[in-house]
């Protein structure tokens, strides 16, 4: 069911026109059984025009909804001079209201005068309707006890489409807030969570969590890694790194990217010793990974300080004992980890 959601949701453009050409097809079929040979062609000059819409449809193509637009109101308005008004074409032009709105992403000042020409279009039919208009008497089409069922078949059309165009937008109002929410608390380079998630979290996890561990993650000679292969290889680096590091990590753990090449791993619940075990083995990962560049193999290592508290209103105590170490293994030797001893 939701690959059809999702089907609906990214052709919408297609998913219209098709629409647009079914209702046709299924009208010229009715019209040519019950006689009314005037309204079969018009329904068969419509449906020979959304052939040719979809066959040279591109994705994303609003040039084909702008066209199709044009063809309901000039369709509408013909059909109700036809049929001596009152047979609910005017439910199309209004219903364009809406799916202008949705389905074409233009200025909004070419929103708004379309959406004015749908408007105006309703109440073009609305006059036919009210004044029983009819250009040329000898081709006015009575259609008896056949109006009720056109007149419910026109709005149900309108009714579909104006909540199918509701639930494209609410989909994409959706869409829209969760990638907002994630920019906000991921860092774009390496979908690690960024400082602002980390300080959220920490503020949630108080409630539940006292022991903890907290890792301060530095990329050895990074600026040697930029200036010998370049900044392309450099975010290469980064990333792969980011990806060894949340593979490595527990369900409850956060990665966080801290800045430039360092790195914040957050265990809640875990000791020190569980802790530097996992870090002993990602840090093995990290030594036997290579990042394929222009046909170059490139290794790197980092160093890692260790520390761990018994309660997270002192986080940044803890953050400060990790630096500290991460910094004394920065100046010896690198490519370690250092713990915090207790």
Known sequence: MSKIFDFLANKKNTVFLSTCLYVHVTAFMYYLYYGATYLAIVNVLSSALYIILLIIAKSGNERN???????????????????????GFIYYPLGMVAVIFHLVSTTRAKKTLLQVMSIIGTFIIYLIDITNYVPIKNIAIDLGYHKPFIVFANLLVTVITMVYVSYLYITEQEQNRAILEYNINHDQLTGLYNRRYFYSAIETIK?????????????????????TYGHEVGDAVLKDLSEILMNSMGENDIAVRWGGEEFILF?????????????????????????????K???????????????????????????????????????????EIP
């Open 297 to 339: 193999s490139i290794n790197f290592t980092a160093t890692i300080g260790l520390a761990s508290g018994n309660d997270l209103h002192k986080y940044e105590q803890v953050i400060n004992t990790a630096d500290q170490m991460l910094y004394y293994g920065k100046n010896n030797g690198k490519n370690r980890i250092i713990k």
């Open 207 to 227: 409630r539940s969590t006292k022991e903890f561990s907290l890792a301060m993650v530095d990329l050895d000679n990074f600026k040697k890694i930029n200036d």
């Open 65 to 87: 909804i702008m066209i199709a637009f044009l063809e309901i109101m000039i369709y509408s308005v013909i059909c109700e001079l036809l049929t001596v008004g009152s047979c």
């Open 267 to 295: 265990m809640p619940g875990t000791d020190m010793n569980s802790a530097e075990k996992m870090l002993e083995k990602m840090l093995e990962s990290i030594r036997e990974h290579q990042v394929n560049f222009a046909g």
